[in-house]
């Protein structure tokens, strides 16, 4: 009260009278507010004088009445008004999470025609809506500050790949790799090898690099994963994981060999922080409640969707594909700017792009708002016999389109159509 710029600076931190949990306090906080706004004298008699209901006025007496603002008005003013804030600010949440849960708890008992999914996907939108309300205001900062340090860090530690390395070199350069809040789309025609690609991927971050991977899979179980894994990282045939026989002397090596190399791998995926989840039932609220849980208690750096379609049951039915397909794709791109880690997911691409070689934006299935959302959109292809025949590569990679980064035309990439891995030439 002695020092209006206090007030000024307080209210430039989206301070609201809801926060202050005792009426009186709220009132006196809106009178100062309009008294500073207004140019005025912040004195008690003026701040009393603001309100005409009785309302207002009866909440102020509660406390104290004129005396109670008197003795403000005389009480030494704190250095530290930001820290106050925050102290308000941070009561107000509590206030409001505990009001939530006491609603939800009325809701749990009387309602019993929702479905689990649709209560706790409420529940967890109610509790988020109060989580992004308290802690936007507090992240708006200003342009500039701190941006000395971060060059200076970059100078003296320069780097061709700030985010994620997929381990094939020419896109980890002309992407910067895989970068925190960005969403990297890869699109393909069925079988082709898309969900291999993210796959190979996570193989690099999370088993040789040792990064936390989150993989909610709606096409393949933990066993089936694990098995195309084993076979890549022991280069043993596939086939022979699942059946066996790599136990066996056979043309593809020998037993002794084969099993030691498989140990070797088992090893090493089980020593690996790859976590995987078969979620053929998806919804946007399970993939972001996903995300959200293992980041916390995993530490999950890169986290994957394979692959953007509809749920095997869509609870959209109202909805046309192209904007369920846009939803989903939103909700991806918002985890990933929300909790601060790159996205990678698939998209099918439609019958148009069978045997093309020069695959566009229309063949993506679905929806435009993909190409709109993505940071980055990524094509792979069968190479054509010509392009075998040059290069011996079975496929083709592009970087379509993305906001930042080097262009990146069709790129050799290689596999032996046994073992699953896929490596990029050049």
Known sequence: MNKPDQLILATSTNLQPNDFAVDGHRYIWMAMAYLVDKGEELDPISITNVYTDEKANEAINELGGLDYIEAMKGAPVAP????????IKQASARRAIYEE??????????????DMNTFLGDAEAKVRDI?????????????????GDRLKQRLLQPQDVIGLKTGWRAFDKASLGLVDGELT???????????TVLLNWCKKISINDNIPVLYIDTEMYKEEQEDKLLSMLSGVPHSEIRNGMFGKDTPNGHARDKIKRVQEASRKLANAPFYHVYLPNFTLEKVQALARKYQLEKKVRLIVFDYIKLPSSNGNLGDKEYQALGYLTSGLKDIAGQLQVPVISAVQLNRGAVGKEDITEADIAGSDRILQLANRVC????????????????????????????????????????DWNLQMVG
């Open 80 to 87: 530290n008004t930001l820290m106050f804030v925050g102290h």
């Open 101 to 114: 849960a006491d609603k939800l708890k009325e809701k749990a008992l009387k309602d019993t025609d929702s």
């Open 131 to 147: 989580a992004i309300e308290y802690q936007v205001a507090q992240e708006v900062q200003k342009l500039g500050d701190g941006i």
């Open 185 to 195: 789309i890869v699109g393909a025609r069925s079988k082709v090898g898309k969900s």
């Open 379 to 418: 094509f792979l292809r069968r190479s054509t016999e010509e392009e075998f025949a040059y290069t011996g590569a079975t496929h083709q990679f592009k970087i379509h389109l993305q906001r930042m980064g080097d262009d990146l035309g069709w790129t050799p990439v290689k596999g032996n159509g046994q």
